[in-house]
Protein backbone atom coordinates (compact mmCIF):
# COMPACT_ATOMS: atom_id res chain seq x y z
CA UNK A 1 0.00 0.00 0.00
CA UNK A 2 1.33 3.34 -0.48
CA UNK A 3 2.22 5.71 2.51
CA UNK A 4 -0.66 7.66 3.46
CA UNK A 5 0.37 9.20 6.86
CA UNK A 6 -0.66 12.83 6.89
CA UNK A 7 0.23 15.04 10.42
CA UNK A 8 -1.47 18.01 11.47
CA UNK A 9 -0.18 20.87 12.55
CA UNK A 10 -1.02 24.43 14.49
CA UNK A 11 1.15 26.18 15.96
CA UNK A 12 -0.31 29.47 17.73
CA UNK A 13 2.04 31.85 19.68
CA UNK A 14 2.98 29.50 22.52
CA UNK A 15 1.13 26.63 21.59
CA UNK A 16 1.18 23.79 18.99
CA UNK A 17 -1.44 21.38 18.45
CA UNK A 18 -0.86 18.20 16.29
CA UNK A 19 -2.42 14.81 14.93
CA UNK A 20 -1.61 12.04 13.08
CA UNK A 21 -3.82 10.52 11.11
CA UNK A 22 -3.48 8.06 8.39
CA UNK A 23 -5.34 8.74 5.33
CA UNK A 24 -6.11 5.46 3.46
CA UNK A 25 -9.17 4.96 6.00
CA UNK A 26 -9.17 8.46 7.81
CA UNK A 27 -8.11 6.56 11.16
CA UNK A 28 -6.51 8.95 13.85
CA UNK A 29 -3.22 7.79 14.77
CA UNK A 30 -1.89 9.87 17.56
CA UNK A 31 -2.68 13.60 18.59
CA UNK A 32 -1.31 15.53 21.00
CA UNK A 33 -0.44 19.47 22.45
CA UNK A 34 2.79 21.10 23.41
CA UNK A 35 1.99 24.60 25.74
CA UNK A 36 3.28 26.84 27.55
CA UNK A 37 6.10 27.36 24.81
CA UNK A 38 8.79 29.37 25.93
CA UNK A 39 7.95 28.72 29.53
CA UNK A 40 9.73 26.89 32.47
CA UNK A 41 6.85 25.06 32.78
CA UNK A 42 5.65 24.07 29.43
CA UNK A 43 3.27 20.78 28.63
CA UNK A 44 3.35 18.40 26.63
CA UNK A 45 0.28 16.01 26.19
CA UNK A 46 0.79 13.00 23.65
CA UNK A 47 -1.82 10.36 22.79
CA UNK A 48 -1.58 7.23 20.65
CA UNK A 49 -4.86 6.65 20.39
CA UNK A 50 -5.47 3.21 18.64
CA UNK A 51 -4.31 2.23 22.07
CA UNK A 52 -5.30 4.65 24.32
CA UNK A 53 -1.93 5.66 25.82
CA UNK A 54 -1.57 8.62 27.26
CA UNK A 55 2.03 10.51 27.77
CA UNK A 56 2.19 13.75 29.68
CA UNK A 57 5.37 16.29 30.34
CA UNK A 58 5.81 19.04 31.91
CA UNK A 59 9.24 21.12 31.90
CA UNK A 60 11.10 24.08 30.22
CA UNK A 61 10.41 24.06 26.37
CA UNK A 62 12.24 27.27 24.38
CA UNK A 63 10.86 27.95 21.61
CA UNK A 64 8.80 26.54 18.60
CA UNK A 65 11.84 24.32 17.64
CA UNK A 66 12.22 23.03 20.61
CA UNK A 67 8.39 21.68 20.51
CA UNK A 68 8.63 20.53 17.62
CA UNK A 69 11.64 18.02 18.43
CA UNK A 70 9.65 17.12 21.39
CA UNK A 71 6.63 16.41 20.06
CA UNK A 72 8.72 14.38 17.05
CA UNK A 73 9.95 12.56 19.81
CA UNK A 74 6.95 11.77 21.61
CA UNK A 75 5.61 10.35 17.42
CA UNK A 76 8.86 8.43 17.38
CA UNK A 77 8.43 6.57 20.67
CA UNK A 78 4.91 5.28 19.60
CA UNK A 79 6.63 3.99 16.01
CA UNK A 80 5.50 7.15 13.61
CA UNK A 81 8.50 9.13 13.90
CA UNK A 82 8.69 12.52 11.29
CA UNK A 83 11.57 10.15 8.73
CA UNK A 84 9.22 7.67 8.38
CA UNK A 85 8.63 6.61 5.21
CA UNK A 86 4.59 6.58 6.00
CA UNK A 87 4.51 10.13 5.92
CA UNK A 88 3.87 11.74 3.00
CA UNK A 89 3.07 15.53 4.04
CA UNK A 90 2.91 17.66 6.80
CA UNK A 91 -0.06 20.09 6.96
CA UNK A 92 -0.29 23.25 8.66
CA UNK A 93 -3.44 25.45 9.72
CA UNK A 94 -2.69 29.29 8.32
CA UNK A 95 -4.78 31.24 9.95
CA UNK A 96 -4.89 34.60 7.27
CA UNK A 97 -4.30 33.45 3.30
CA UNK A 98 -5.67 37.37 2.10
CA UNK A 99 -6.95 37.23 -1.19
CA UNK A 100 -4.33 35.26 -2.72
CA UNK A 101 -4.59 32.09 -1.27
CA UNK A 102 -8.33 30.37 -2.47
CA UNK A 103 -7.08 26.62 -2.01
CA UNK A 104 -4.39 24.26 0.15
CA UNK A 105 -0.80 25.19 -1.37
CA UNK A 106 1.90 23.65 -1.16
CA UNK A 107 4.45 25.53 0.38
CA UNK A 108 7.81 27.09 -1.03
CA UNK A 109 9.69 30.46 -0.73
CA UNK A 110 7.13 31.99 -2.20
CA UNK A 111 4.28 31.17 0.16
CA UNK A 112 6.12 32.02 2.63
CA UNK A 113 7.03 35.36 1.50
CA UNK A 114 2.66 36.01 0.69
CA UNK A 115 2.09 34.88 4.56
CA UNK A 116 4.75 36.93 6.18
CA UNK A 117 3.39 40.16 3.94
CA UNK A 118 0.02 39.09 5.02
CA UNK A 119 1.03 39.86 8.67
CA UNK A 120 -0.45 43.49 9.24
CA UNK A 121 -4.07 41.77 8.48
CA UNK A 122 -2.97 38.98 10.74
CA UNK A 123 -0.88 40.18 13.34
CA UNK A 124 -1.35 37.50 16.51
CA UNK A 125 -1.86 34.49 14.47
CA UNK A 126 0.93 34.61 11.00
CA UNK A 127 3.56 35.03 12.76
CA UNK A 128 3.18 31.78 14.97
CA UNK A 129 1.90 29.63 12.12
CA UNK A 130 5.09 30.70 10.49
CA UNK A 131 7.33 30.01 12.84
CA UNK A 132 5.85 26.84 12.99
CA UNK A 133 5.92 26.06 9.57
CA UNK A 134 9.58 27.28 8.84
CA UNK A 135 10.52 24.59 11.88
CA UNK A 136 8.92 21.53 10.23
CA UNK A 137 10.58 22.36 6.96
CA UNK A 138 14.26 22.58 8.67
CA UNK A 139 12.91 18.96 9.89
CA UNK A 140 11.90 17.59 6.93
CA UNK A 141 13.13 19.65 4.04
CA UNK A 142 12.17 17.15 1.48
CA UNK A 143 8.46 16.28 2.53
CA UNK A 144 5.57 18.45 0.78
CA UNK A 145 4.13 20.82 3.64
CA UNK A 146 1.12 22.11 2.78
CA UNK A 147 -0.68 25.34 3.68
CA UNK A 148 -4.32 25.53 4.45
CA UNK A 149 -6.01 28.80 5.12
CA UNK A 150 -8.94 29.16 7.63
CA UNK A 151 -9.82 32.45 4.95
CA UNK A 152 -9.71 30.13 1.82
CA UNK A 153 -13.35 28.76 1.35
CA UNK A 154 -14.79 32.28 2.28
CA UNK A 155 -12.83 33.81 -1.08
CA UNK A 156 -15.97 32.57 -3.33
CA UNK A 157 -18.01 35.96 -1.60
CA UNK A 158 -19.08 38.36 -3.99
CA UNK A 159 -17.67 41.68 -3.64
CA UNK A 160 -21.11 43.04 -2.36
CA UNK A 161 -20.37 40.86 0.64
CA UNK A 162 -16.76 41.16 0.89
CA UNK A 163 -16.98 44.65 0.63
CA UNK A 164 -17.11 47.55 3.76
CA UNK A 165 -18.52 50.24 2.33
CA UNK A 166 -15.78 52.36 2.66
CA UNK A 167 -13.81 54.56 0.51
CA UNK A 168 -12.39 51.91 -2.52
CA UNK A 169 -9.08 53.46 -2.64
CA UNK A 170 -8.48 53.56 1.08
CA UNK A 171 -9.86 49.96 1.23
CA UNK A 172 -7.81 48.56 -1.32
CA UNK A 173 -4.38 50.23 -0.21
CA UNK A 174 -4.89 48.36 3.30
CA UNK A 175 -6.20 45.68 2.12
CA UNK A 176 -9.41 46.12 4.50
CA UNK A 177 -12.27 43.96 3.63
CA UNK A 178 -14.07 40.88 4.65
CA UNK A 179 -12.03 37.48 5.07
CA UNK A 180 -13.93 35.52 6.95
CA UNK A 181 -12.41 32.93 9.42
CA UNK A 182 -12.92 29.14 10.75
CA UNK A 183 -13.14 28.46 6.83
CA UNK A 184 -12.29 24.62 7.22
CA UNK A 185 -14.76 23.73 9.98
CA UNK A 186 -17.35 26.33 7.37
CA UNK A 187 -16.40 23.63 3.87
CA UNK A 188 -16.40 20.71 6.45
CA UNK A 189 -19.51 20.86 8.22
CA UNK A 190 -21.63 22.18 5.17
CA UNK A 191 -20.25 19.03 3.19
CA UNK A 192 -21.28 16.94 6.24
CA UNK A 193 -24.61 18.80 6.55
CA UNK A 194 -25.37 18.11 2.77
CA UNK A 195 -24.35 13.97 3.36
CA UNK A 196 -26.76 14.21 6.45
CA UNK A 197 -29.59 15.20 4.12
CA UNK A 198 -28.44 12.59 1.61
CA UNK A 199 -27.76 15.28 -1.18
CA UNK A 200 -24.59 16.53 -3.14
CA UNK A 201 -23.21 19.64 -1.54
CA UNK A 202 -24.11 21.42 -5.31
CA UNK A 203 -27.53 20.64 -4.75
CA UNK A 204 -27.74 22.52 -1.31
CA UNK A 205 -27.99 25.86 0.88
CA UNK A 206 -26.77 25.90 4.62
CA UNK A 207 -26.62 28.34 7.18
CA UNK A 208 -23.48 26.81 9.33
CA UNK A 209 -23.21 28.55 12.95
CA UNK A 210 -19.43 27.45 14.08
CA UNK A 211 -20.60 28.55 18.22
CA UNK A 212 -16.99 27.96 20.38
CA UNK A 213 -15.21 30.11 22.46
CA UNK A 214 -14.67 32.23 18.80
CA UNK A 215 -17.80 32.41 16.61
CA UNK A 216 -19.36 32.72 13.37
CA UNK A 217 -22.00 31.78 10.83
CA UNK A 218 -21.72 31.43 7.19
CA UNK A 219 -24.44 31.27 4.39
CA UNK A 220 -23.30 28.42 2.04
CA UNK A 221 -25.19 28.36 -1.37
CA UNK A 222 -24.43 24.89 -3.57
CA UNK A 223 -21.29 24.25 -1.08
CA UNK A 224 -19.95 27.38 -1.74
CA UNK A 225 -19.50 30.80 0.36
CA UNK A 226 -22.01 33.45 -0.49
CA UNK A 227 -21.62 35.20 3.18
CA UNK A 228 -19.65 34.78 6.76
CA UNK A 229 -19.92 37.18 9.97
CA UNK A 230 -16.09 37.59 11.21
CA UNK A 231 -14.84 40.28 8.58
CA UNK A 232 -10.91 41.71 8.78
CA UNK A 233 -10.26 40.18 11.78
CA UNK A 234 -12.17 37.72 14.02
CA UNK A 235 -13.62 40.44 16.02
CA UNK A 236 -16.70 41.53 13.59
CA UNK A 237 -20.14 39.62 13.87
CA UNK A 238 -21.43 37.13 16.76
CA UNK A 239 -21.28 37.68 20.51
CA UNK A 240 -18.18 34.90 21.39
CA UNK A 241 -17.07 33.90 24.46
CA UNK A 242 -14.57 37.37 24.58
CA UNK A 243 -15.05 39.25 21.84
CA UNK A 244 -18.12 42.08 21.35
CA UNK A 245 -18.94 41.08 18.01
CA UNK A 246 -20.77 43.83 15.95
CA UNK A 247 -20.62 47.25 17.27
CA UNK A 248 -20.85 50.30 15.73
CA UNK A 249 -17.55 51.52 14.78
CA UNK A 250 -18.15 54.70 16.68
CA UNK A 251 -17.72 53.07 19.78
CA UNK A 252 -13.49 53.00 19.45
CA UNK A 253 -13.78 56.93 18.76
CA UNK A 254 -16.01 57.66 21.68
CA UNK A 255 -13.90 55.29 24.45
CA UNK A 256 -10.35 57.20 22.65
CA UNK A 257 -11.69 60.95 22.73
CA UNK A 258 -14.11 60.43 25.67
CA UNK A 259 -12.31 57.39 27.53
CA UNK A 260 -9.07 58.50 26.90
CA UNK A 261 -8.53 55.05 26.38
CA UNK A 262 -5.08 54.26 23.72
CA UNK A 263 -5.87 52.05 20.49
CA UNK A 264 -4.81 48.94 22.14
CA UNK A 265 -5.98 48.99 25.33
CA UNK A 266 -9.63 49.58 23.19
CA UNK A 267 -8.14 46.60 21.00
CA UNK A 268 -7.80 44.17 24.58
CA UNK A 269 -11.33 45.82 25.50
CA UNK A 270 -12.95 44.18 22.29
CA UNK A 271 -10.97 40.79 21.80
CA UNK A 272 -10.45 39.94 25.45
CA UNK A 273 -12.59 41.77 27.95
CA UNK A 274 -16.15 41.67 26.24
CA UNK A 275 -18.54 38.47 24.53
CA UNK A 276 -19.89 36.90 27.10
CA UNK A 277 -17.35 37.91 29.39
CA UNK A 278 -17.50 40.77 29.37
CA UNK A 279 -21.17 40.79 29.41
CA UNK A 280 -21.43 38.26 32.85
CA UNK A 281 -17.42 37.62 33.73
CA UNK A 282 -17.67 34.31 32.49
CA UNK A 283 -16.82 32.88 28.38
CA UNK A 284 -18.06 29.01 29.27
CA UNK A 285 -21.66 28.53 28.65
CA UNK A 286 -21.74 25.96 30.63
CA UNK A 287 -21.07 28.05 33.71
CA UNK A 288 -23.31 30.74 32.25
CA UNK A 289 -26.74 27.76 32.07
CA UNK A 290 -25.63 27.22 35.53
CA UNK A 291 -25.59 30.43 37.02
CA UNK A 292 -29.15 31.18 34.88
CA UNK A 293 -30.28 27.80 36.32
CA UNK A 294 -29.62 29.41 39.93
CA UNK A 295 -31.66 32.80 38.68
CA UNK A 296 -28.61 34.94 38.32
CA UNK A 297 -30.03 38.04 35.94
CA UNK A 298 -26.43 39.18 34.89
CA UNK A 299 -25.98 35.26 33.29
CA UNK A 300 -29.91 35.05 31.90
CA UNK A 301 -29.02 38.93 29.71
CA UNK A 302 -25.70 38.12 28.61
CA UNK A 303 -27.38 34.82 27.03
CA UNK A 304 -30.12 36.66 26.04
CA UNK A 305 -28.12 39.09 24.01
CA UNK A 306 -25.63 36.12 22.37
CA UNK A 307 -28.95 34.41 21.04
CA UNK A 308 -30.63 37.93 19.94
CA UNK A 309 -27.40 38.21 17.72
CA UNK A 310 -27.27 34.74 16.56
CA UNK A 311 -31.25 35.08 15.34
CA UNK A 312 -30.24 38.26 13.60
CA UNK A 313 -27.34 36.49 11.66
CA UNK A 314 -29.83 33.38 10.94
CA UNK A 315 -32.59 35.76 9.58
CA UNK A 316 -29.93 37.53 7.69
CA UNK A 317 -28.47 34.29 6.14
CA UNK A 318 -31.85 33.24 5.45
CA UNK A 319 -32.57 36.42 3.45
CA UNK A 320 -28.78 36.08 1.47
CA UNK A 321 -30.17 32.30 0.56
CA UNK A 322 -33.47 32.76 -0.28
CA UNK A 323 -33.70 29.17 0.14
CA UNK A 324 -32.26 27.50 2.62
CA UNK A 325 -32.20 23.77 3.40
CA UNK A 326 -30.45 23.28 6.85
CA UNK A 327 -28.98 25.39 9.67
CA UNK A 328 -26.16 23.14 11.29
CA UNK A 329 -24.81 23.99 14.73
CA UNK A 330 -21.09 22.99 15.45
CA UNK A 331 -17.87 23.44 17.38
CA UNK A 332 -18.24 23.76 21.63
CA UNK A 333 -21.35 25.69 22.30
CA UNK A 334 -23.16 24.60 18.88
CA UNK A 335 -22.75 20.78 18.98
CA UNK A 336 -23.29 20.72 22.82
CA UNK A 337 -25.46 23.02 24.53
CA UNK A 338 -29.08 22.33 23.66
CA UNK A 339 -30.60 25.52 25.44
CA UNK A 340 -28.51 27.46 22.90
CA UNK A 341 -29.79 25.78 19.48
CA UNK A 342 -33.72 25.55 21.08
CA UNK A 343 -33.50 29.41 22.14
CA UNK A 344 -31.27 30.36 18.50
CA UNK A 345 -34.49 29.41 16.35
CA UNK A 346 -37.49 29.90 18.90
CA UNK A 347 -40.38 32.00 16.67
CA UNK A 348 -38.74 30.99 13.75
CA UNK A 349 -41.42 28.97 12.91
CA UNK A 350 -42.63 31.45 9.62
CA UNK A 351 -38.71 30.82 7.96
CA UNK A 352 -39.56 27.32 8.14
CA UNK A 353 -37.26 26.54 11.28
CA UNK A 354 -37.83 24.78 14.56
CA UNK A 355 -36.26 21.81 16.68
CA UNK A 356 -37.89 18.49 18.17
CA UNK A 357 -37.34 18.42 22.13
CA UNK A 358 -36.80 15.44 22.25
CA UNK A 359 -33.97 15.31 19.66
CA UNK A 360 -32.41 18.51 20.37
CA UNK A 361 -31.57 16.60 24.30
CA UNK A 362 -29.54 13.73 22.95
CA UNK A 363 -26.40 13.53 23.58
CA UNK A 364 -24.41 12.16 20.66
CA UNK A 365 -20.54 13.17 18.88
CA UNK A 366 -22.29 11.56 15.35
CA UNK A 367 -24.08 14.43 12.74
CA UNK A 368 -27.95 14.41 13.62
CA UNK A 369 -31.17 16.11 12.84
CA UNK A 370 -32.80 17.73 15.15
CA UNK A 371 -35.51 19.25 13.48
CA UNK A 372 -39.15 17.44 13.37
CA UNK A 373 -39.45 15.19 10.89
CA UNK A 374 -41.90 17.27 8.13
CA UNK A 375 -39.75 20.48 8.59
CA UNK A 376 -39.33 22.29 5.96
CA UNK A 377 -35.38 23.82 6.81
CA UNK A 378 -33.55 20.73 8.39
CA UNK A 379 -32.00 22.05 11.70
CA UNK A 380 -28.57 19.75 12.35
CA UNK A 381 -25.88 19.29 14.83
CA UNK A 382 -22.93 18.25 13.03
CA UNK A 383 -19.36 17.99 14.70
CA UNK A 384 -16.53 20.09 13.33
CA UNK A 385 -13.40 17.83 12.54
CA UNK A 386 -10.90 20.86 11.46
CA UNK A 387 -8.23 18.11 11.65
CA UNK A 388 -9.37 15.74 9.71
CA UNK A 389 -10.35 18.58 7.10
CA UNK A 390 -6.76 19.93 6.78
CA UNK A 391 -5.37 15.95 6.61
CA UNK A 392 -7.70 15.43 3.69
CA UNK A 393 -7.20 18.75 1.95
CA UNK A 394 -3.45 18.10 2.29
CA UNK A 395 -3.46 14.78 1.29
CA UNK A 396 -5.42 15.22 -1.94
CA UNK A 397 -3.38 17.85 -3.22
CA UNK A 398 -0.18 15.45 -2.67
CA UNK A 399 -1.65 12.81 -4.18
CA UNK A 400 -2.73 14.95 -7.41
CA UNK A 401 0.78 16.46 -7.76
CA UNK A 402 2.06 12.96 -7.97
P1 LIG B 1 -14.50 25.43 21.15
O1 LIG B 1 -13.89 26.79 20.97
O2 LIG B 1 -15.20 24.92 19.93
O3 LIG B 1 -13.55 24.43 21.74
O4 LIG B 1 -15.67 25.62 22.25
C1 LIG B 1 -15.38 25.93 23.59
C2 LIG B 1 -16.63 26.37 24.29
O5 LIG B 1 -17.65 25.37 24.15
C3 LIG B 1 -16.48 26.54 25.80
O6 LIG B 1 -16.00 27.79 26.14
C4 LIG B 1 -17.90 26.33 26.29
O7 LIG B 1 -18.57 27.58 26.30
C5 LIG B 1 -18.55 25.47 25.23
N1 LIG B 1 -18.89 24.12 25.70
C6 LIG B 1 -18.11 23.03 25.72
N2 LIG B 1 -18.78 21.96 26.23
C7 LIG B 1 -20.03 22.41 26.52
C8 LIG B 1 -21.21 21.80 27.07
N3 LIG B 1 -21.24 20.52 27.43
N4 LIG B 1 -22.31 22.59 27.23
C9 LIG B 1 -22.28 23.89 26.88
N5 LIG B 1 -21.21 24.51 26.35
C10 LIG B 1 -20.10 23.78 26.18
Not at 41 to 69: C, F, N, Q, Y
Not at 209 to 223: F, I, K, Q
Request: contains cysteine; negative net charge; glycine residues 8%.
Amino acid sequence: MSPSRVLVLNSGSSSVKYQLLDMSDGVRLAAGLVERIGEESARLKHAHLTSGAVREWTGPIADHEAALKALAEELDKDGFGLDSPELVAIGHRVVHGGKTFTEPTVIDEVVLAEIERLIPVAPLHNPANLIGIRTAMALRPDLPQVAVFDTAFHTTMPESAARYAIDVQVADEYRVRRYGFHGTSHAYVSRATAKLLGKAPEDVNVIVLHLGNGASASAVRGGKCVDTSMGLTPLEGLVMGTRSGDIDPAVIFHLARVGGMSIDEIDTLLNKKSGLVGLCGDNDMREIRRRIDEGDAKARLAFDIYIHRLKKYIGAYCAVLGTVDAIAFTAGVGENAAPVREAAVAGLETLGLSVDGALNAVRSDQPRLISPEDARVKVAVVPTDEELEIATQTYALVRQSD
